[in-house]
């Protein structure tokens, strides 16, 4: 960690930024985003450039990067990534090994997000964390007393089943409502996480 952990701890966030269903649900059971794409993103695509301008690391799981990897198409055109990423680094938490992507940061580790949390916290450089997906990893940040934020952008579909948005019991005394808004087709909705360490 840097010198100062104390500082960089109260400036950075740990958010979990996604999108869901109605009901309730990332993705298909199968991982697929289908349903997400089919809908009117412009004022969507806004919000989340908004949000990349206070982020200095990203961090995801395996799924969740084998799927952009796939739908970018980041093997053959690896520039996509930076593109809208720019030069942040990226730890992708997986068991197993997987293909990186020219010119980009991506640092693959293994293991519980605690163990690594120093690290990503150095990565971010006092900006915000950001916790792509999937579900489970955010549960392991809730776990370890690390997630700050949950901003859901709440879309206009409905799954009949698939990954959970956050599968782990919070209940009110944990979720503070902080934010409510409408972008395009979705409702934004953001909540504190009470008692999470990453605050200092």
Request: hydrophobic share 45%; proline share 4%.
């Amino acid at each position: 960690m840097s010198a100062t952990p104390g500082i960089v701890a109260r400036m950075t966030r740990a958010i979990f930024y996604t999108a869901s269903t109605l009901n309730g649900f990332l993705a298909t059971a199968d991982d697929d985003l289908g349903w997400l794409l089919s809908i009117p993103q412009d004022d969507a695509a806004a919000g989340i450039t908004d949000f990349l301008e206070r982020v200095g690391v990203l961090v995801e799981g395996s799924a969740t990067y084998e799927w952009v990897l796939r739908h970018e198409e980041l093997t053959t055109h690896p520039e996509r990534w930076q593109e809208f990423y720019g030069e942040r680094p990226t730890f992708v938490f997986t068991s197993r090994t997987l293909p990186g992507v020219p010119g980009a940061d991506f640092r693959f580790v293994h293991g519980s997000v605690a163990e690594h949390w120093a690290q990503v916290l150095d990565a971010a450089a006092g900006k915000d964390v950001w916790i792509v997906g999937g579900g489970e990893l955010a549960g392991q940040f809730i776990d370890a007393g690390l997630l700050t934020d949950l901003v859901i952008t709440v879309a206009p579909a409905t799954l009949t089943g698939g990954k959970p948005l956050l599968p782990r019991d919070l209940d009110h005394h944990r979720l503070e409502l902080t934010g409510v808004r409408q972008i395009g087709a979705f409702a934004e909705l953001t909540y504190r996480v009470n008692g999470a360490a990453a605050e200092g």
